[in-house]
């Protein structure tokens, strides 16, 4: 049945991009000559008011908030120990995913990390197949930008906007940060990363001392720089599919309308299920690198040389 | 640097409208569905943890009590049969014991009744001997005419007696 119906979806925003696609060379002649999705989200509003801020992608991510709250609240909205088909699939959705976490994390930080990690799968995910639908980057509107004389689409996809991967990235990296200092403390953290490790003792340990200073060196410079490979990651996967599917819709151009709708249809439809998949893939890759990096940041060194002892 | 940063549209307004957008929903969610729905589970995993202990307690509980059941049972067809012995064996001295009580008291109402018999008989006989040695003498008075002495009441008495016993 969820099958049929993203299928159903599939085949809806396909015919309805596919109609836009041959409106879209005069739209984006005007808004720089881009072939392909615009890499930069346009503002809605004229202006340098608070609502210069809400780009067509911030739009969309209020929009993707309000989905998910929406449901959430109805699957809550009456918590029964017998549930009903909404807060039995948010519990299915849950329990999923805190296993997964558990699994990765351990039973003791799951709980700390569990509401990021969950929130950003489910997130990222509904936001990737919300960029999907018909009219999400197809339907343009008017006197739009800093001058009030530009057009940008009125919808598009929130993750297709690196803005927002990279605030997803930032605010990941923040409640990492917490979690790790929570469990380590700030001199474990700094022992953690700097520290000898391997159960070292003695002379070795001593002597090994500059390494694993130049090595904990490099794990800050890699931790600066995980927000930028994570948001790239997402961004450059959703950035892409887009205009993978912006490319099938106008690949063929005949000069016969018919012919060239046909096409843009058909060729199309894999894409848009490889879309679907990959829209959940980056958000369960986008959530799972997270875990992995919580659970590297917490793992106290003897449970490290234990783990080696076994 | 700024210049590929400006083309892929990035600046910082932009990316804090999106970090509120974002921190919204993972604020909202963490307190709003998934602590409740985690603490549900839980909930619902002790529930379940401790209905499988019940179960688990009231299937031992219930072969306890099946294994006292068959031993008292077993307790109870012994003791039964035992009292049933016992019954019986009661039973059989009673009734041997009545029996015995029973026969004595016929034996003694037989004697009773013989020694009645043999009084009524020798009552009866002397009444008789009586009536007879009477009509003997008064038989004999009015065939002789004579008046008898007591030596003739005592003879004819003896005589007449000795008659009757004889025959």
């Given amino acids: ?310 | 640097m700024l210049e590929i940063l400006h083309k892929l549209g990035i600046n910082t307004p932009d990316i804090i409208a999106q970090m509120l957008v974002f921190g919204i929903v993972y604020l909202i969610l963490s307190k709003y569905a998934f602590g409740p729905v985690t603490a549900l589970l839980e909930e619902r995993r002790r529930r379940i943890a401790e209905g499988e202990d019940n179960l688990k307690k009231i299937r031992e509980n219930l072969a306890a009590a099946e294994a006292t059941a068959e031993e008292v049972k077993a307790k109870a067809n012994a003791e039964a049969d035992r009292m049933i012995k016992e019954a019986r064996e009661t039973a059989a001295a009673a009734g041997e014991s009545e029996r015995q009580k029973a026969a004595a008291e016929a034996n003694t109402i037989i004697t009773k009744a013989r020694e009645g018999s043999e009084q009524e008989r020798a009552r009866i006989l002397g009444e008789l001997k009586r009536d007879f040695g009477r009509l003997v003498l008064d038989a004999t008075a009015r065939a002789t005419g004579k008046v008898l002495t007591p030596e003739d009441h005592a003879r004819l008495n003896t005589e007449a007696l000795s008659q009757i016993t004889n025959n």
């Avoid at chain 1, 930080?109 to 997130?123: C, K």
């Avoid at chain 1, 500059?210 to 996967?237: A, H």
């Avoid at chain 1, 099938?248 to 894409?271: E, W, Y």
């Avoid at chain 1, 958000?283 to 990096?293: D, E, P, R």
């Fill in chain 1, 1 to 310: 049945m969820l099958a049929d119906s993203v299928f159903l979806t599939s085949i809806i925003s396909v015919l309805s991009d596919a109609a836009a696609a041959h409106g879209e060379g005069a739209h984006e002649g005007g808004h720089g000559g881009h072939h392909g999705v615009d890499p930069d989200a346009k503002g809605l509003f004229a202006g340098d008011g608070v609502l210069s801020y809400i780009t067509n992608s911030v739009l969309v991510g209020l929009i993707v908030v309000g989905l998910i709250l929406w449901f959430v609240r109805g699957a809550m909205k009456k918590v029964e120990s017998v549930p009903g088909k909404q807060q039995n699939f948010l519990e299915l959705v849950v329990e999923f995913l805190y296993k997964q976490v558990e699994n990765i994390v351990g039973p003791k930080i799951a709980p700390q990390a569990f509401p990021l990690l969950a929130t950003i799968f489910i997130f990222v995910t509904v936001a990737n197949w919300f960029g999907l639908l018909p009219g999400v980057g197809s339907i343009f509107v008017l006197g739009v930008g800093p001058d009030g004389h530009g057009q940008a689409p009125l919808l598009r996809p929130a993750t297709a906007d690196m803005n927002m991967t990279i605030g997803i990235a930032l605010i990941s990296l923040v409640v990492w940060f917490v979690i790790t200092i929570k469990e380590l403390g700030v001199g474990g953290f700094i022992n953690h990363t700097f520290g000898p490790k391997g159960g070292l003792k003695g002379a070795m340990k001593y002597g090994l001392m500059p390494i694993f200073i130049v090595v904990g060196v490099i794990e800050v410079i890699s931790i600066i720089f995980r927000p930028m490979t994570l948001s790239l990651r997402l961004y450059g996967n959703v950035f892409a599919g887009e205009n993978l599917l912006h490319t099938m819709a106008t690949l063929v151009q005949t000069g016969n309308a018919a012919v060239d709708f046909i096409c843009s249809v058909l060729l199309r439809i894999p894409f848009f299920l490889l879309e679907i998949l990959v829209g959940v893939l980056q958000g369960m890759v986008f959530a799972l690198l997270n875990a992995v990096f919580i659970k590297l940041s917490t793992t106290h060194d003897e449970e490290h040389g234990e783990e080696g002892h076994h």
